[in-house]
């Protein structure tokens, strides 16, 4: 989830308002695939739970708390109907977890966990059929409490970021509280610089902004937003007009954190990720931790990817699923490269030799759009697919530029498929090997084929953000992948 914010352009001192007698809910979000609520208030809070029926609804009261806008309705597709968010009383704002008609949750596998006092994360069990259509009438039967957060030990006050000011060399990012922990990041490119501050948060009444600079020290625009992480995180990104110049950040004597320009580089070669256009073929467009060893013995490949094996049975249909997409980039990495660009690049490339093959390929988006989780697994179980195959990048810490590597996950009857294709790509790329992992992923569960969702490795990693930026690697691995894809319709 992103916040957004404007700045004048003269990103002067940001004048901030005073915090209100009750705490303040400043942001929330449910993850629809993992069935977990998270929250964040501005101050301190208790949660009170309890399970109602007729319909069956899981009702979180924050006592203490104010909603600072009208109340809110986001639906969802699933056993889960929808969140709803409102002021119950001048005192208290109810989130409302609704079901679908006929199901209902175990209230003890619904689990609290405080971050801190002020976040808390709520897992919800996968919703089942109600057995029972009239539940019991007793009005405790569903209310269950949320144990409060132990005192903890002492630890290091919060850092809180207050504003961003233009200096004579640079800029400073103002904070207060603890000393700031901080990674800084540049591009090969030197035309994008990123400073994570770990443990941070925004200051009461201020939110995610992005600001044009109006070219100041040679930077186009400087954004600062909240990243939704555990622990909080606050990520600066300066976005440069030139890129010729390397950037240094440090901790200013001015209480902050002091961005400046370190010295200019003669030449830069950019980092720029090129996407093939959409391939004109018969692809068929629809509308908008198990560390076993691959037992399958793998050809010998060629540098070139070597030649594909040959499929007899022709009925084969693969839904090929780049990830993400439109608004929603994925993972964002070294050199500003994205997930979306990398995985669909990949995926087009896939679905070409798959046809070329005689395999029926269908992908569940062949442009920059945004699609949600269910209708991709929709689309498969419509095509009545034999194979789910869904592509992606992952992502750490940009403090973690060594973690590289590919990962391949499954969930039920994906395991044989897991293990041919991850071994493909290992043998095809020579990538780092971070092993076959069983997990729950939506689009694993919900899909009655055998399935696999692919991580083609880490756009955040020195090594694998380097390969997927280039445009022979990225067919390296999609040969890669169609072979593995190939292999398994082949010993079926």
Known sequence: MKFHWLLSSFLGVFLLTGAAEAARLQSWRFDASQNRLYFRTEGGVQPKAQLIFNPTRLVIDLPGTSLDRQSVNQPFSGAIESVRLGQFDDDTTRIVVELKDGYTIDPAQVKFRGISPSEWTVDLPTPVRAENPNPSSDPEAGVFSVEPLAPSEPSVEATVVQNVQVTGDGFLIRTTGGRPQINFQQSRALDIATLDIEGATLAPGLSSQQSQTNGKHGVERIEVRQLPTEPPMIRVTLRMNSSNTEWRASLSSLGGISLMPAGTRQSATPR?????????????????????????????????????????????????????????????????????????????????????????????????????????????????????????????????PDVNGIETYYFDNGLDLARTIHGSILQGTGADDRRVRQARFYVLRKTSMPSVLLEVGFVTGAEDAAKLSDPAYRSQMAASIARGILLYLQQR
């Open 272 to 400: 720029r990720l090129t996407v093939d256009p959409p391939i004109r073929s018969s692809v068929s467009v629809p509308p908008p931790v198990d560390r076993t060893r691959n037992p399958m013995p793998l050809p010998r490949m060629t540098a070139g990817g070597g030649d594909l094996p040959q499929v007899s049975n022709s009925r084969s249909v693969v839904v090929i699923d780049p990830g993400h997409g439109g608004r929603d980039p994925g993972a964002v990495g070294i050199g500003g490269i994205q997930e979306k660009d990398i995985v669909l690049d990949i995926s087009f490339q896939v679905a070409r030799l798959l046809e070329q093959q005689g395999v029926q390929a269908v992908m569940s988006r062949t442009d920059d759009s945004e699609i949600d989780l269910e209708p991709r697994v929709s689309l498969a179980e419509r095509l009545n697919a034999t194979l789910f195959v869904s592509i992606h990048a992952n992502a750490i810490n940009m403090s973690r």
